[in-house]
């Protein structure tokens, strides 16, 4: 009796000690380790506009094998029972009623009657079905087309949205540096002011110049998690799931390098508005053929099998069964419809013709596009190059600011200009970078690129 006990009570601490190490388990905090290529896929796999996307195209791709199934044959068993309560009755003529005894009509059949009947139906010739079949492969093309625009979609928002945070990311990183500078040189004053090296005036400046950099900070702290929660967001994360980035707006400096002139031809071709504007003006052209088609004939074979009885009584064995059979032709050739078909072939053709000119507007407006972003690429570019030359020259600018100031032949105005300088600058450098970026994005979008 002891040792169960003793049993039991071993098998209760360790299950407490499962279950607290499972609590601590669940209870740390994964973190996503995330770069471009990672935070695409993810995007394509979470989005809930690409899954139904594919739905539809499945959907669509059930439709094509029903308009096909048409052409198959139909078969179809019936089985009847009639209770003829009055049955049918046929009339003779006066001659014959007189060998009737003056009888004008006769019924007809038994009051019980049953059949069981099968049928087929077999398209032979039938252009607008054919026609439909064809239309059904246009119907997928535009759904496959619609969803790879929401993949090109999702590709530039993730893209926008993680150098978003890439940005705001170097940004901080800057403001931090230059925090840092200045509580250097505060520091620095402020064991000169204590010793009465260098004026109260001085030390006041300093204090006020890390001040005025603290709200920056917070400002940049928020914008880092602002944008966090925004690619968070697009990529259809938790709240409380932790984002590491593994790459920098430095990590992309081969966009720049490999950068050259667009083919606005073969971008045309791949952007995906024209491409549906194309299938839609397929559609069109496939819809007047199927109007068309409904003025030729059509020919159809039917055959039928009846197994019938009639009786006067419910005794069913001793029932006399009977078959018969036909099979036939039917060719069906339409005359004249109120000029219904003609009016809606006109309705057609003018819809393509609207959506034509559509696609004209639509195409000046896709190289616009194109154009202005490949102006905003070649700008960012000349932007980083100026840039580049400006850090340099604003690292060099402070350094010699501060020898001058130790020396005590600068002021601290010109400490603090040029360590602002300093900071304006690489600022500008990495914001020159986004925009590159960004710009990019654009034209890849354009081009129809899910990459």
Not at 230 to 247: C, F, G, K, V
């Amino acid at each position: 009796m002891k040792y169960m006990k003793r049993k039991i009570l071993n098998l209760a601490i360790l299950s407490l000690s499962l279950a607290f190490v499972n609590i601590n388990v669940w209870g740390q905090e994964t973190v996503l380790k995330l770069d471009l290529e990672t935070a695409l896929r993810i995007a394509h796999d979470n989005n809930p506009t690409i899954k139904i996307a594919d739905i539809e195209i499945q959907r669509v791709d059930y439709a094509k094998k029903e308009a096909i199934g048409a052409l198959l044959p139909s078969l179809n068993a019936v089985g009847q029972y009639t209770d003829n309560v009055m049955k049918q009755v046929m009339f003779m003529p006066e001659s014959f009623s007189a060998l009737m005894g003056g009888q004008k009509y006769m019924e007809m059949g038994y009051k019980n009657s049953y059949s069981g009947v099968l049928s087929t139906q077999i398209p032979i010739v039938n252009f607008t079905l054919w026609q439909n079949i064809k239309n059904k492969q246009n119907d997928i093309d535009i759904i496959i087309e619609k969803s790879r625009a929401s993949k090109i979609e999702m590709t530039k928002q993730v893209k926008d949205a993680y150098f978003g945070v890439l940005l705001s990311k170097s940004s901080l990183k800057v403001l931090e540096q230059s925090h840092k500078n200045a509580l250097e040189t505060l520091k620095n004053i402020e064991n000169s002011y204590k010793q009465g090296v260098v004026s109260e005036y001085d030390f006041i400046r300093a204090q006020v110049n890390v001040n005025n950099l603290n709200p920056i900070l917070i400002n940049a702290k928020n914008g880092v998690e602002l944008a966090t929660m925004q690619l968070r967001m697009i990529l259809s994360l938790p709240a409380e799931q932790i984002i590491e980035t593994q790459e920098t707006l430095e990590s992309f400096n081969d966009n720049i390098a490999l950068f050259s002139e667009i083919n606005k031809e073969t971008a045309l071709s791949q952007n995906s508005d024209l491409k549906i504007l194309d299938y839609n003006i397929n559609g069109l052209k496939n819809q007047l053929k199927l109007i068309n088609t409904q003025h030729l004939p059509m020919l159809s074979a039917s055959g039928n099998y009846i197994y019938q009885t009639q009786s006067e009584d419910f005794k069913f064995k001793e029932y006399n069964w009977v078959s018969s059979a036909s099979i036939g032709l039917q060719l069906t050739v339409p005359l004249f419809s109120g000029m219904q078909k003609v009016n809606q072939a006109k309705q057609v053709k003018m819809a393509i013709k609207g959506l034509q000119l559509q696609r004209e507007y639509a195409k000046d407006g896709i190289n616009l596009q194109i154009q202005a972003a490949l102006n905003q690429m070649k700008a960012a570019k000349e932007q980083l190059n100026v840039n580049k030359d400006a850090i340099n020259q604003a690292k060099r600018g402070y350094e010699i600011a501060k020898v001058r100031y130790q020396v005590g032949s600068g002021t601290i105005l010109e400490l603090n200009d040029s360590e602002l300088s300093l900071t304006q600058s690489s600022l500008n450098y990495q914001q020159s970078l986004y925009n590159f970026l960004s710009a990019q994005a654009n034209v890849e979008k354009i081009m129809g690129s899910i990459k």
